[in-house]
C-alpha cells in the first residue's frame, strides 16, 4: 500500500545504483530532510537504549548481539539488561570489525558480554549499579517461582528434535519453517529443545532422554558431544544449507507415514475342472480370461451372480510347475486356502494388496 508521490501519494521514490552509485548522494540528502522534517532526533546524553537485531554465539566470545541505539552513546564497561538477560559491555566491533570504544545513536554495533543470547527484537538499555542488583534480584525470584522439574514430554503422533543454529534468526527461521510440515503429514515434529551454537553433551544427554534427533545448522558438534552420541545411539545431522535440512526433515515425516493398502484386482479367470487330490485339497483347474493371476494374490469366487467364497491362493501351478504368476490366456491350477467347494464356471476374480495412491483412496 505504498504510492509514490509521482501518483499522487507520500512515498518518496529514488532511482539509485549501488554499482555505480547513482543516486546515493541524492538519497541521503532528501533522508536527512525527511528527519528534519519528521523532527526526528536522539538524545545523547542519557543511558543508551535500543534495540537487538541479531546475536549469535562466537567461539572466544561466547554470546554477542548486533545493536542499534537510538538514543544515549554505549560504551565499553557499560552495565545493560535486555529481556530478562543482563551483562557488562566487554568489546565493541563495528559493521566494518573494528573494535571501538563507544557508538551514538543509530550505529549497530556487536556488542559482547551477555549472560545468555537475547531474543530478536527485545529492548536493550544501558542502568546504573543499583537498578543491575535489583533487576537480578527480581530475575532469581521470577526463575525460582517458574522452574520445573518436568521432562518434555513426546506426543505418540509427534517425531521429537532438536535444533541448533548459528544464530537467533536462523533458528527462528528453521523453527517457523519446521511448523509448516504439520497439516501435511499424519505425524508433525515436536522441537524439544532449540538453541544457538555447537551442539553439546548435554544436548546430546537430552536427545537420549527423549529419544530425539539432532539437527544443526551452521554449527557443528563438539567433540565430545559426538563421542557421547556415538554411546547412546543418539543421531546429529549437520547441514550448511536450510533446504538441505528441511527436504531432509520431509523425507523423514514422508517415511513415518502408515503405507495405507488396498485390494486392487489384477485378474479373472473360470473354473474348467477341479481335482480332489488326499492330503492337499481341492485344485481348481482354470483359463485366465484377463489380467494375470498371482500367488500372492486374494482371490473371490462367485457362481452366478453370487458370491460363494473367498480366500488366499497358497499354491499356483501351470504344467505341474509351481509358479508366482499366470497370464492371460494360459491354464492354471490352484489351492485357495478357505475355501473347497470349486464347482465348473465358477467366477474367480484375483486381488493384490498393493500401497494406496490418492485415486485409489478416491474410488474407495
Sequence with gaps: ELIPEDWGGSTIVMPISAKTGQGIDELLDVVVLQSQLME????????????????????????????????????????????????????????????????????????????????????????????????????????????????????????????????????????????????????????????????????????????????????????????????SGVEIKNFDIIYKLLEDLEQTLKDSQTVKKVLKKIGEATVLKTFDIKGLGVIAGSKINSGRFSKDGKVIVFRGKYKVGEGSISSLQRDRKSVKEVNTGFECGFLVNGFNEWQPDDRVECYLEVAADNSDLNKK
Excluded: W
Excluded at 557488562?88 to 570504544?101: A, E, N, T
Excluded at 543454529?165 to 509448516?180: E, H, Q, V, Y
Design 40 to 231: 526526528l532526533f536522539a538524545y545523547e546524553k542519557v543511558p543508551a537504549r535500543g534495540y537487538v537485531l541479531e546475536s549469535k554465539m562466537e567461539k572466544g566470545r561466547g554470546p554477542v548481539a548486533t545493536v542499534i541505539c537510538q538514543h544515549g552513546y554505549l560504551k565499553v564497561g557499560d552495565q545493560f539488561v535486555t529481556g530478562n538477560i543482563s551483562g557488562k559491555v566487554s568489546s565493541l566491533v563495528d559493521s566494518c570489525g573494528v573494535r571501538v570504544q563507544q557508538v551514538g545513536p543509530s550505529i549497530p554495533v556487536q556488542v559482547a558480554g551477555f549472560s545468555e543470547l537475547p531474543e530478536v527484537g527485545q529492548l536493550f538499555q544501558v542502568v546504573s549499579a543499583q537498578d543491575l542488583k535489583k533487576f537480578k534480584s527480581s530475575s532469581v525470584q521470577d526463575l525460582a517461582g517458574s522452574a520445573s522439574t518436568l521432562k518434555p514430554s513426546v506426543n505418540e503422533n509427534s517425531i521429537a528434535i532438536i535444533v541448533k543454529t548459528d544464530n537467533i534468526s536462523s533458528r527462528d527461521a528453521l523453527l517457523g519453517a519446521i511448523s509448516r510440515f504439520s497439516n501435511k503429514f499424519e505425524k508433525e515434529f515436536y522441537i524439544v529443545n532449540s538453541g544457538v551454537g555447537a551442539v553439546t553433551e548435554s544436548d546430546v544427554a537430552l536427545a537420549r532422554d527423549t529419544n530425539s534427533k539432532i539437527y544443526s545448522l551452521h554449527v557443528r558438534s563438539e567433540s565430545n558431544a559426538n563421542l557421547l552420541a556415538q554411546k
